[in-house]
């Protein structure tokens, strides 16, 4: 059995991005965007758009959702999964809270 270990990553306070905003923090050659809705659900992805690549970090956050700001593909944040007619995925990484927070688990 091949096991992938993860570890937390501290990467800042829930305050440090706005309400339905985005921060990037890098992990190696991967730069994840962090998403915070606007009722203070935290998510993180990819910053790339399974369409051509686009800033997902850049787009208008709603809902559960991601609009990237290139070709207007809507983004599931808690799955990744493109939204409508569109079709492919991000990936995803864990994220959690504690107090006011933000883990990311990373995988080594």
């Not at 809507?74 to 999964?81: A, C, D, F, P, S």
Request: hydrophobic share 40%.
């Amino acid at each position: 059995m091949n096991l992938i270990a993860q570890n937390w990553v501290a990467i800042g306070s829930l305050h440090d991005i706005p309400p339905q905003g985005a921060r990037c923090v890098e992990n190696g050659d991967t730069t994840i965007a962090v998403f915070r809705t606007h009722d203070d659900r935290v998510f993180a992805m990819e910053d790339k758009c399974p369409h051509k690549n686009g800033p997902l970090s850049q787009g208008i956050v709603h809902d559960n959702c991601v609009t990237c700001p290139l070709h207007n593909w809507v983004i599931n944040l808690e799955t990744g999964l493109a939204q409508g007619a569109d079709e492919g995925a991000t990936v995803t990484f864990p994220v959690k809270l504690e107090g006011e927070t933000i883990y990311i688990a990373v995988s080594f």
